[in-house]
């Protein structure tokens, strides 16, 4: 039973920087893709960035050069955020699915297996 637990949330004002980093159990091998999604109030959960143990990573256009995801061994992931605006604020959630990412790494579908989130707070 894969089970998927995050940490890192915290409240920081606009162009500060969190970690947030999310570990896994149950994974039977490394084929895993591993992604960070989010959802503020009132909104959709949407993808953040994603990666497997065998490829680059993914990322939303709205995190590209400010957010850095990484695999750090097969069963954890970490992402660093920088320059935080406060459409940043939400809570993330890690989320995994057995196979690679692939082009459909940000479509919340394709995972089964989702932790509880971590709170983000931008203050401006």
């Known amino acids: 039973q894969v089970q998927l637990v995050e940490s890192g949330g915290d409240s920081v004002q606009a162009g500060g920087s969190l970690r947030l980093s999310c570990t896994a159990s149950g994974f039977t091998d490394s084929r895993y893709c591993m992604g960070w999604f989010r959802q503020a109030p009132g909104k959709e959960r949407e993808g953040v960035a994603a990666i497997d143990y065998e490829h680059g990573p993914n990322y939303a256009d709205s995190v590209k050069g400010r957010f850095t995801i990484s695999r750090d061994n097969y069963m954890s992931t970490t992402l660093r955020m920088n320059a935080l605006k406060p459409d940043d604020a939400a809570l993330y959630y890690c989320?995994?699915?057995?196979?690679?990412?692939?082009?459909?790494?940000?479509?919340?579908?394709?995972?089964?297996?989702w932790g509880q989130g971590t709170q983000v707070t931008v203050s401006s």
């Open positions: 989320a995994a699915h057995r196979g690679w990412c692939g082009g459909t790494w940000d479509r919340k579908f394709e995972y089964p297996y």
